[in-house]
C-alpha cells in the first residue's frame, strides 16, 4: 500500500513567518493530495487539496505544491498568525476512491504572538 | 448544522467486552468512513462505506465489523476488545468515494484496559 512521510513532527515559528511542511509518498498511483488541520480535542478539517494535474494551488496565505517526478508535495503557510497552530497532516488517495486517505503522522504547528 | 456525529465521546471497556461506536451525518452523502487515531501514527482507514449497502476492508480492519444502517448512519463494532484498541476514533462522511473532502466527527476516545 501507499507510505507517506511526513516532516517535521513539530515545528515552531515566530508569528508573521512562513512555516512549511514536507510530506513523500510512495505509490507513483496516488492522484489526489490533501492537506488537512486538526485542532486540539476536535476532527481533522480539510485546509487545501491539489490533484496530480496540476503543480500549485493557492488558497489566500496557504499554498501547496506537488512535484509528481520526485513524489513530494509541501503545504506552505505565509504571514502565520497564532489561530494557525494545530497538527496538520498530509495525505495521498489514488484512483476513484479518494476517501480511502493514507495519512502522514502529523506536524504540531506552534505559532508563537 | 450538526455535520458528523459520534457517540459515544468517551468510553472505557474491559480486555474482551464488546462496545459499538455509532456515527451519523445530516449531509446526505453517500460514502462513510472510520478512521483510527494514535500517537504519532496519523490516521488509518479501518473500514469505509463507498455507498448504502455497501462495505470494504481498509488499511486496519482486523478486530472491527461494521454496519451500513442506512444512508446516515455507519457504526463501528469492537467484539472483543483489546488494549491494542485503545485510540480515537473518527467517523468520516464525504459526498461519493471520488468526491474528495472527507467532512470528520470529534472522535471518539476509547481506553480498553
Known amino acids: 500500500g501507499e507510505n507517506v512521510e511526513q516532516h517535521p513532527s513539530t515545528l515552531s515559528v515566530q508569528e508573521g513567518d512562513s512555516a512549511v511542511i514536507k510530506c513523500t509518498y510512495s505509490?507513483?498511483?496516488?492522484?489526489?493530495f490533501p492537506w488537512y488541520k486538526q485542532e486540539l480535542g476536535k476532527g481533522p478539517q480539510l485546509i487545501i487539496d491539489i490533484r496530480s494535474n496540476v503543480g500549485e494551488k493557492k488558497d489566500q496565505r496557504i499554498a501547496v505544491t506537488l512535484n509528481k517526478t520526485a513524489k513530494h508535495f509541501s503545504l506552505h503557510i505565509t504571514e502565520t498568525q497564532p489561530e494557525d497552530s494545530a497538527v496538520y497532516f498530509c495525505a495521498a488517495a489514488r484512483g476513484s476512491t479518494l476517501g480511502r486517505l493514507y495519512f502522514g503522522r502529523g506536524t504540531q504547528l506552534t505559532v508563537w504572538p | 448544522n450538526a455535520g458528523v456525529t459520534q457517540t459515544p465521546k468517551f468510553q472505557v471497556l474491559k480486555t474482551g467486552q464488546s462496545m459499538t461506536l455509532q456515527c451519523a451525518q445530516d449531509m446526505n452523502h453517500n460514502s462513510m468512513y472510520w478512521y483510527r487515531q494514535d500517537p504519532g501514527m496519523g490516521l488509518r482507514l479501518i473500514y469505509y462505506?463507498?455507498?448504502?449497502?455497501?462495505?470494504d476492508k481498509g488499511e486496519v480492519p482486523n478486530g472491527y465489523n461494521v454496519s451500513r444502517l442506512n444512508k446516515r448512519e455507519f457504526s463501528l463494532r469492537l467484539e472483543s476488545a483489546a488494549p491494542s484498541q485503545t485510540s480515537v476514533y473518527f467517523c468520516?462522511?464525504?459526498?461519493?468515494?471520488?468526491?474528495?473532502?472527507?467532512?470528520f466527527g470529534e472522535g471518539s476516545r476509547l481506553t480498553v484496559l
Open positions: 462505506s463507498a455507498s448504502e449497502g455497501t462495505t
Open positions: 468520516a462522511s464525504s459526498e461519493w468515494g471520488d468526491a474528495g473532502e472527507l467532512f
Open positions: 505509490d507513483s498511483a496516488s492522484n489526489y
